[in-house]
């Protein structure tokens, strides 16, 4: 699957929301979500079942997040498959809103150390099923929203570019995660 996306951060901290734009890409086997971010300036954000990953292309940096359980980057994943089951796993379906071109399905963390991530979920879809946008409230209060666009669910996506291997010379800190 993939798709265009504008993102927008609204955080108590600044007075207008800080913007970016991309290409989101999704596999489902082995699952895997990637956000090529191409303003404000070029990174890949990487999330599997057990890791998250940031790439600042230009400054040749990167940081890898990797999670002994998949509760955290997992549960991501997991809003982009179809297995509803895995889903209500990580999630508790907390309302349903239903407008005339539009639904949204309100869901908060199960886990204490998702929570302790994030608050709040909500997914809007289009009355044509497509995945419309998704907003969460992380745990400092910030508020974001991803909008998508050209939504293609059978894009051909080189399986090279859900590779988490960064080019040579790109300097890397690893964080193990317990929990």
């Known amino acids: 699957m993939s798709a265009t996306f504008r993102q927008e951060i609204r955080t108590p901290l600044l007075l207008e929301p800080l913007r970016s734009r991309g290409r989101l890409l999704y596999r489902q086997r082995p699952a895997c979500l990637l956000f090529v971010l191409e303003e404000p300036r070029a990174t890949r954000v990487r999330f599997d079942a057990t890791s998250y990953q940031v790439h600042q292309v230009k400054e040749r940096r990167a940081e890898r997040f990797l999670f002994s359980r998949d509760d955290l980057a997992g549960a991501l994943v997991k809003v982009f498959g ?98």
């Open 82 to 179: 179809s297995d509803v089951q895995k889903l209500e796993q990580s999630f508790r379906l907390t309302g349903f809103e239903r407008e005339a071109e539009r639904a949204t399905i309100l869901l908060a963390p199960e886990s204490k150390a998702f929570r302790a991530f994030m608050t709040s979920l909500a997914l809007v879809f289009s009355r044509e099923r497509d995945l419309e946008s998704i907003r969460y409230r992380n745990a400092e209060g910030d508020e974001v929203e991803i909008v998508l666009s050209q939504f293609d669910r059978k894009a051909e996506i080189a399986p090279t570019e859900f590779s988490g291997d960064l080019p040579e010379g790109t300097e890397l800190k690893t964080h193990v995660v317990k929990h």
